[in-house]
C-alpha cells in the first residue's frame, strides 16, 4: 500500500515545527501590500505586521493557483505517495478550487477536502489528517474520518474591531447586523465559522467578556476531540483562554496549542482578535 502525504493551503497556521515533524506539506497563499504580493511562507505574524506598518496599505490575500498545487502534488505522487490536501472553505477561497483542478490530473491518487474551517480549526484537521498519514491509514480512510471531523470543528472568535472584516468583503451577508450592533453599542462581535458557514453567536463589551463568552461556548461543545487557541497581534488574552480552556476539558494548558494566527485570519480579523477551537468529539 502506498503511503499517504498530507497538503494544505497557507491559511492552517500549524507551527513549522508541527508542518516539519508530521511531513505536511504547505502551499503558500499570496499576501498583497499594496502593489506588492509576498508568498505566506515568507511572512511571519511579526513581519506581516511591520510590512503593514512600513507600507501604510490594508493587506489583502489571494489563494494558491492550480498551478501551485500540481507541483506539490507531482513531487509527492512521484516520491510514490497518495495526498490528500484540504483547503480552506471553498465558499470564501478559492484554494479549494484551484487544488481540485490540479487534482484531476493524478486520478485516485489525489483527494481534496473542503475543510470548512480557517487558522486553526483547519490546522487541527490537518495535523489529524497527518498523523492518521503516518500511522499507515489510507487516503480513503483519511478522507473519511475528516468527512467526519469537519462538520465537528469550530472556530468561535471575537473581533477587536470590524473595519478589517468589513473590507476584506468575506462577510458581507452578515456585515449589516455586524454593523448595527457593534457601531452602535461598541461591542466586540463573537462568530463562529463551521463546516463553511459564518454566524454571528452574540457580542461583549470587554476582553473579561470575551473570554467568559469563549469560555461559555466552548463548553457547550464539549466533549472536544481536540481544542486550541488563535490570536491575532495584541492578543494578551490568549493565555487566558488557554487557560480556560484547559479547566473545562481537563489538560493542562501547556497541552493545548496556541499560536499567533498568519496573514489569511489576520488581514481580514485585524489586529485583537481572539478565538477558541474546538473538534466535537
Known amino acids: 500500500?502506498?503511503?499517504?502525504?498530507?497538503v494544505a493551503d497557507g491559511g492552517c497556521d500549524l507551527p513549522p515545527d508541527l508542518v516539519s515533524q508530521y511531513q505536511i506539506t504547505v502551499?503558500?497563499?499570496h499576501v498583497s501590500?499594496?502593489?506588492e504580493m509576498v508568498s505566506s511562507d515568507h511572512l511571519t505574524p511579526a513581519e506581516f505586521w511591520a510590512r503593514i506598518e512600513r507600507s501604510g496599505y490594508t493587506p489583502g490575500t489571494s489563494a494558491p493557483s492550480s498551478g501551485a498545487f500540481e507541483q506539490a502534488f507531482r513531487r509527492l505522487v512521484d516520491a510514490g505517495h497518495h495526498?490528500?490536501?484540504l483547503t480552506l472553505p471553498g465558499k470564501y477561497s478559492g484554494a479549494f478550487n484551484a487544488a481540485r483542478l490540479a487534482a484531476l490530473e493524478f486520478?485516485?491518487?489525489v483527494r481534496v477536502v473542503d475543510s470548512g474551517s480557517l487558522s486553526l480549526g483547519m490546522g487541527l484537521l490537518v495535523l489529524q489528517a497527518a498523523k492518521d498519514a503516518l500511522a499507515g491509514q489510507s487516503a480513503e480512510a483519511i478522507q473519511g474520518t475528516l468527512g467526519q471531523l469537519v462538520p465537528r470543528t469550530s472556530v468561535i472568535f471575537a473581533l477587536n474591531t470590524i473595519e478589517w472584516v468589513r473590507?476584506?468583503?468575506r462577510l458581507n451577508r452578515l456585515m449589516p447586523?455586524?454593523?448595527r450592533v457593534a457601531r452602535t453599542l461598541n461591542v466586540k462581535p463573537i462568530l463562529e465559522v463551521t463546516d463553511g458557514e459564518f454566524h454571528l453567536l452574540g457580542i461583549a463589551r470587554s476582553t473579561k467578556g470575551v473570554l467568559r463568552r469563549l469560555e461559555d461556548e466552548a463548553r457547550i461543545r464539549l466533549p472536544a476531540h481536540s481544542v486550541a487557541a488563535a490570536y491575532t497581534r495584541g492578543g494578551q488574552a490568549a493565555s487566558e483562554l488557554v487557560n480556560a480552556l484547559g479547566r473545562i476539558v481537563g489538560v493542562p494548558p501547556g497541552e493545548i496549542m496556541c499560536a499567533e494566527a498568519g496573514p489569511v485570519f489576520a488581514a481580514h480579523a485585524g489586529p485583537g482578535a481572539l478565538g477558541a477551537v474546538l473538534i466535537r468529539a
Open 83 to 85: 495526498v490528500v490536501c
Open 1 to 6: 500500500m502506498n503511503s499517504v502525504r498530507i
Open 167 to 169: 473590507r476584506g468583503g
Open 107 to 109: 486520478g485516485d491518487r
Open 177 to 179: 447586523l455586524i454593523d
Open 33 to 35: 501590500f499594496g502593489p
Open 27 to 29: 502551499v503558500p497563499v
